[in-house]
């Protein structure tokens, strides 16, 4: 053998210690996971990106070196005994002292949310000790996610630990210097079972190995967790603590339970002079646009504002009043506003009919003061919009249920504080069930009750007193009925994707199927329209909000194919009125921290024009008499499309259809049919493809006879007449 040199000994001695302590390290770590979740773990930990950082100036840093591996071996007996672990009396009352900063804040905390519920804070960014499996890791550990239909897959609803002892702990990576100033906390949303933290501790570290716990006078700190699992507790800490690092290590949990967490970490990011990281999708606007929630009173002191700015374009008017006698104020946009221009399609935006969704309240208030700047500015985009379209915005729907969720805040509500209208109703499921009309009398041919396929009449039970009908579900129904709308978009939150009718399986026995509109095309091209221009829908790299992955679709989803509802918004106005609907989900966040909303705002900006914009795609046109005058009421059909449309009081109509040559037909009582072939090109801009119809000779003798006081009788009659005549001269 060759002899090593006393260099290359120390060099081999060296490498065999760092090896053993890989090994040593290794065998620590897997001692602290379960083995389904061993190779998950290990990879995330190993993977982490270390960063050294100075404390932050004019702030000591006291390095905390207890872990809960370093306070010796549990045995099994010990192990037992913890599973219904007790905080200890000096804990007790140190928790005893805190309780006071438990409390929902009158005024919101100094630093926003870091970004567990928005996703801006990554998968690789959450740790944990231990989990149960996968599908309850620390990814899942994040405020207000939802757990999947199925249970027990790989979309649950919390961060579970997987043992039950006071050395669990739950881990945020920053990932830059932080001041960490408040930590908010649910339970496991789940069905079936009961799970959350009653108490935990909070540590924070500047490289994940030596941590520092919050303390008081008394000691650590104890912070009082949930008492269910579905409301949001906020606890402040005592003192900001400037930090990379944080962690929540629960002391107690829901004695029938285990530990189970969902979690939002408030913090202020330090300036970064080295520009080492930059924040993930950090972005600026250079609109000079109002960005903050807006209160009732402040929404409406909004609305005057660009009333005011903007004369010429906008008008306030209300639908009609909510449970609570809360006008629901719109704000109309055209070069005309208050009367509807022959020729010019009606569009709509509706937000807040879940009172708790308030992104899209926000976006639509936005929108309006851009527009108005935009118009002003000069923008040849906004204007020609504003002279071809007359727009209508309608901020909030349920401005009651919106009342509750304002007052407990955006991270306080929880997922479903304000959702449904005072007397609690669900504005979005609370239309007529039309569907099930149409589908019986297609499946029943030889029925003596025949339903159109469009227009169909709202049932009489429906419009009796006694019916469970919102009072803001009448009043958005006569709205959709008083203006002839071409399309709309009803602005929703709590996930990232647009959704298309149906919203109602066809099949009684299924809750999930595809089930399309004759305008099936139309309706996909219009969802792909806004999500395929929105920041974040279409990118294949986007994590899913809760359970469901849209990117196989773009970014859309056939409602039915998603959940089934009766009585959506959506198709109600699809098989009531001309007005093709879609529901758009805006954010993962039903209510994001004010912060948030100059980025969802640059996410939805172009996605809310673009989709304006497609009320002018298809074919448009007058159907008119003989002398020139409109006819109202006409029937629009579209060769291979089971499903008509009607004209205007004015004689006018828009038919949304994808670019391609189509034969049209019109028909109209007293009229005779025309038909004629319309070509839809792929340039923006609708087809003018108008009608001239003449009277039958039947309507003419009507209107001969009705003029000088006579009925037309009919020949049979006239025939019985004269049988009965001769007969009595025969006789």
Same mark, same amino acid.
């Given at each position: ?201 909070v540590l924070v570290s500047n490289d994940s190995h030596a941590w520092t ?136 935006? !509706?937000?807040?009919?879940? +009172?708790?969704?308030?992104? $899209?309240? %926000? /976006? ?6 851009? &527009?108005?700047q935009e118009y002003l500015a000069g923008n040849p985009r906004i204007v ?98 008083? !203006?002839?709308?071409?399309? +709309?978009?009803?602005?929703? $939150?709590? %996930? /990232? ?6 919203? &109602? ?115 448009? +046109? ?110």
């Open positions: 053998m060759i002899a090593l040199s006393k260099k290359g000994s120390c060099s081999s001695q060296l490498c065999l210690a760092l090896c053993a302590f890989g090994v040593a390290l290794l065998r620590d770590m897997s001692q602290a996971v379960p083995m389904d979740d061993q190779d998950y773990y290990l990879q995330e930990i190993s993977n982490r990106d270390h960063y050294y950082s100075f404390p932050y100036p004019g702030e000591e840093f006291f390095p905390f070196t207890e872990q809960p591996g370093e306070e010796g071996p549990i045995r099994a007996a010990e192990a037992e005994e913890h599973s219904r672990f007790k905080p200890s009396r000096k804990e007790l009352k140190a928790k005893k002292s805190n309780k006071k900063g438990k409390s929902i804040l009158e005024t919101p905390p100094d630093c926003p949310p870091l970004g567990l519920e928005t996703l801006k804070i990554t998968d690789f960014q959450l740790h944990a000790s231990t989990a149960k499996r996968y599908g309850l890791g620390a990814h899942r550990g994040r405020l207000n996610i939802q757990a999947g239909v199925n249970e027990n897959d790989f979309y649950d609803g919390a961060w579970c630990a997987g043992r039950n002892d006071p050395y669990q702990w739950i881990e945020v990576d920053a990932r830059r210097l932080t001041k960490f100033t408040g930590v908010i906390t649910q339970g496991r949303n789940s069905l079936w079972s009961s799970n959350w933290v009653t108490s935990y501790r716990a919050v303390r008081n006078e008394s000691g650590d700190v104890i912070f009082e967790g949930n008492s269910e699992k579905e409301i949001p507790v906020l606890n402040m800490l005592p003192e900001p603590l400037v930090a990379r690092y944080i962690r929540i290590n629960p002391r107690s949990w829901f004695q029938e339970g285990s530990i189970c967490m969902r979690l939002e970490i408030l913090g202020c990011p330090l300036p970064d002079p080295n520009n080492y990281y930059h924040r993930r999708n950090e972005m600026t606007t250079t609109d000079n646009l109002d960005f903050k929630h807006h209160n009732y009173k402040e929404m409406r002191q909004l609305m005057k504002t660009v009333n005011k700015m903007c004369p010429n374009i906008t008008r306030i008017y209300n639908i009609g009043k909510s449970n609570q006698g809360l006008k629901l104020y719109a704000v109309e946009i055209s070069d005309n506003p208050g009367e509807h221009e022959v020729g010019e399609p009606e569009f709509r935006y !509706i937000a807040g009919a879940h +009172g708790n969704e308030v992104l $899209g309240r %926000e /976006l639509i208030l936005l929108l309006m003061q851009f &527009m108005c020609h919009l504003i002279e071809d379209t007359r727009i209508h915005l309608l901020p909030s729907v349920n401005p009651d249920g919106y009342d509750k969720a304002y007052k407990a805040g955006s991270e306080l509500g929880g997922w479903s504080l304000g959702r449904w209208t005072q007397d609690g109703i669900d504005i979005n499921n609370n239309f007529p069930d039309l569907n099930s009309l149409l589908w019986e009398s297609e499946d029943q041919k030889k029925s003596k009750r025949k339903v159109p396929n469009h227009h169909i009449p709202i049932p009489d039970w429906y419009l009796s007193e006694n019916a469970t009908v919102a009072v803001e579900t009448r009043a958005i129904i006569a709205w959709m009925e008083k !203006i002839p709308f071409v399309l +709309g978009g009803n602005l929703q $939150g709590g %996930e /990232l994707v647009v959704a298309y009718p149906y919203d &109602m399986v066809r099949s009684m026995w299924k809750t999930q199927d595809y089930t399309p509109t004759p305008d099936d095309h139309v309706f996909r091209w219009l969802a792909y329209s806004y999500a395929s221009t929105h920041r974040l829908m279409t990118d294949a790299r986007r994590r899913a909000c809760h359970t469901e992955d849209f990117q196989k679709e773009d970014g859309t989803v056939n409602g039915a194919s998603w959940h089934t509802v009766a009585g959506s918004i959506n198709d109600f106005s699809y098989l009531h009125t001309n007005c093709f609907e879609l529901s758009i989900y805006v954010g993962c966040d039903k209510y994001p921290h004010e912060s948030e909303l100059p980025e969802e705002w640059e996410n939805n900006r172009e996605s809310l024009i673009v989709f304006m914009e497609q009320v002018h795609r298809g074919i448009k +046109g007058i159907v008119k008499d003989a002398h020139g005058k409109g006819i109202p009421n006409a029937v629009i059909s579209v060769e291979g499309v089971n499903h008509d449309i009607r004209t205007g009081a004015d004689g006018d109509y828009w038919r949304l259809l994808n670019p391609g040559e189509y034969v049209v037909a019109v028909k109209a009582e007293g009229y005779t049919t025309a038909t004629k072939t319309c070509e839809v090109g792929y340039d923006m801009g609708a087809t003018q493809c108008d009608f001239t119809i003449s009277k039958t000779n039947l309507s003419r003798i009507k209107e001969i006879m009705k003029k000088f006081g006579k009925q037309p009788i009919s020949l049979s009659i006239r025939r019985l007449r004269q049988r009965a005549r001769q007969w009595r001269q025969q006789r």
